[in-house]
DNA sequence: TTGACATAGTTAGCTACCTAACTATAATGG
DNA sequence: CCATTATAGTTAGGTAGCTAACTATGTCAA
């Protein structure tokens, strides 16, 4: 995935002014709307990526963990997961290696097809999501509660709908 | 800034469950709902990413370039760049390696204090911006006009609330 | 049955982010 | 006035992402 922008420091009405002497009429509202929130979901991004820095993972590790979790045989392959977090297949042999290493996973062959190998979770990979997730859920929940249930489905809805809209930038 | 999220598999209720076997009651609402807002995030400002790309920008490109252009002279330095775009002084040494080299900004000595240099946009770096900007400006409005004002003031509100508490997460 | 195409994974080389350690210069205070 | 501390920028080495090109293997159809 990309990058997202980190801006510290949005625009103020005056410089989007200036701006706009040179670029025409300027909706200054919705631009510092759209980059006020592009700014909340890195910041939102970056505050889980401390918590699981402090312990060890980072944010594509944690989620092959999970997703190897999430099989009854903890097992899957690259392709799978690389296809399941949505990232490239070479992004994900790299995660897997750094992973290896740490032993929090192990390939695997496969006997069927000489092509593809298994990533299985080790204990030791177990074992690191066991200290994580019980932290992680009970913060999630104190986090989204600051919002009602409607406000929160609210938020979501308007989200999607401006997703749906971001095809103005393809 | 930090890479965000790209589950593109986000959990269902069932798999929430199974997890919660292990790791005790889980509010599976509050994690969809968090994860969808981080996806969702990582998916705004990807369209925001390739629309730059496309015209030989990235965003941390795109922000250094815009920084510049808002100084009276065109000029600052590559501490404030940084500072103003949220990115380490390392980072930026590497984002002004790369404009420098496509000749889009120029680096030039200070005399008043020898540790320091001013970087200014060039003509081509300010052509660059005048090709996109014109082409920005409108998709944005575009974009946020799918939400009424009132929306639009409520959702920032909302997401500000969550940004406070994702606080949780020190 | 073999030649063409498809699939699985890796490698190489790029951007962009980080921290820590480094160099050079400036500022300050005994 | 010089030793210490602070500041500006770079370098080194790490993670995480990408595309494109590559190897190896499998599949399928003429």
Tied chains: 1, 2.
Aim: glycine share 8%; hydrophobic share 45%.
């Amino acid at each position: 995935m990309g990058a997202m922008l980190q801006l510290k420091d949005l625009p103020d009405a005056l410089i989007l002014g200036k701006f706009a002497d040179r670029y025409g009429a300027v909706d200054v509202d919705a631009v510092l709307q759209f980059l006020s929130i592009l700014r909340i979901g890195t910041d939102l991004s970056e505050a889980l990526d401390g918590f699981l820095a402090r312990r060890g993972l980072l944010q594509g590790r944690w989620w092959v963990l999970i997703l190897l979790m999430r099989e009854d045989d903890l097992t899957s392959t690259p392709s799978e997961l690389a296809e399941k977090s949505g990232v490239s297949r070479a992004t994900m042999t790299r995660l897997i290696d750094g992973l290896a290493r740490d032993g929090l996973v192990k390939r695997l062959g496969d006997r069927s097809d000489r092509r593809k190998y298994s990533i299985r979770l080790t204990a030791a990979g177990q074992a690191r999501l066991d200290e994580v997730m019980p932290e992680y859920y009970p913060r999630v929940k104190r986090m989204m509660k600051v919002l009602s249930a409607a406000q929160r489905e609210q938020l979501l809805q308007n989200l999607l709908l401006l997703k749906e809209r971001s095809k103005v930038f393809q």
